[in-house]
Nanobody, 119 residues
Framework: QVQLVESGGGLVQPGGSLRLSCAAS????????MGWYRQAPGDQRELVAR????????YADPAKAGRFTISRDNAKNTVYLQMHSLKPEDTAVYYC????????????WGHGTQVTVSS
């Protein structure tokens, strides 16, 4: 059974930092491309960042690349999203995803973790 379990969300003041974690099980994590997405109320779910199985990073918005960093620890089957200088517009539910690839077309989502940026 595949499980992607996000953690690390919460309430943070503008300018603060959070590190989100996504612990994966039931997949061959070291061979999996992983992604972080977010969905704000009333908006569509959007890509934040992806990291390939070999550690290549892609950010949907270059501006976020300066504030957000995606990383992975294959020994812990975990992907991270470090977020700095958070803004109220970063408020959203953040989701982890096992991305489909040419070699493995399956994709899976976690249940999400809420991030609220507010004073």
């Amino acid at each position: 059974q595949v499980q992607l379990v996000e953690s690390g969300g919460g309430l943070v003041q503008p300018g603060g930092s959070l590190r989100l974690s996504c612990a994966a099980s039931g997949i061959i994590f070291r061979s999996s491309d992983m992604g972080w997405y977010r969905q704000a109320p009333g908006d569509q779910r959007e890509l934040v960042a992806r990291i390939s199985s070999v550690g290549a990073r892609t950010y949907a918005d270059p501006a976020k690349a300066g504030r957000f960093t995606i990383s992975r620890d294959n020994a812990k089957n975990t992907v991270y999203l470090q977020m700095h200088s958070l803004k109220p517009e970063d408020t959203a539910v953040y989701y982890c995803k096992k991305e489909p690839t040419v070699m493995n077309s399956a994709s899976y989502w976690g249940h999400g973790t809420q991030v609220t940026v507010s004073s």
